[in-house]
């Protein structure tokens, strides 16, 4: 049987240019609270942002079928995507109006197979240090009990005034 799932986004652009008017903290708030629109690869993989607070980000999934690899399970790179989210999150709090990060490197450790039988997955992420240059976060994939089915590292470049 088939299954069908539609998806309906906002143009890009104006969320990017209001990422770099405002601060990361503000923006990421706005787009918690939908005064902003959710990123596309929010809507298309089906996350949302639900906390923002100074180094600490969280986004929440309820993984499915559409999710699944030729294997049977959730794919990787859903676990992979949510942490790297939360993750750069978590810096963007940190940065004023006219910076921004880039990932420059991330580690995703996967423990324990997702599945449509999962449930809710909170991904959270939380800075461990944030310079000049360089920031580093880490996150964790919980379900609802806490209990872990990824975790990962990051290291970003914090680009100041777009640059």
Not at 133 to 149: H, I, N, P, V
Request: glycine share 10%; aromatic share 4%; hydrophobic share 40%.
């Amino acid at each position: 049987m088939n299954r069908t799932v539609s998806v309906t986004w906002q143009d890009p652009v104006p969320l990017a240019q209001a990422s770099r008017s405002m601060a990361g903290i503000e923006f990421l708030r706005a787009i918690r609270d939908r005064k902003l629109p959710s990123p596309p690869i929010a809507v298309l993989l089906g996350f949302d942002l639900v906390e923002v607070e100074p180094g600490h980000a969280v986004f929440e999934i309820t993984p499915g079928e559409r999710h699944y690899n030729p294997i049977g399970v959730v794919h990787g790179g859903l676990a992979m995507t949510l942490l790297d989210s939360c993750m750069g999150c978590a810096v963007q709090t940190h940065m004023p109006a006219g910076s921004g990060y880039t990932t420059l490197e991330a580690k995703t450790n996967l423990v324990r197979a997702i599945t449509s039988e999962t449930g809710r997955l909170r991904a959270i992420g939380k800075t461990l240090h944030v310079g000049k240059r360089m920031a580093t976060a880490e996150g964790r994939l919980e379900d609802a009990s806490g209990k872990l089915y990824a975790h990962a590292t990051t290291t970003c470049i914090v680009l100041s005034n777009g640059g």
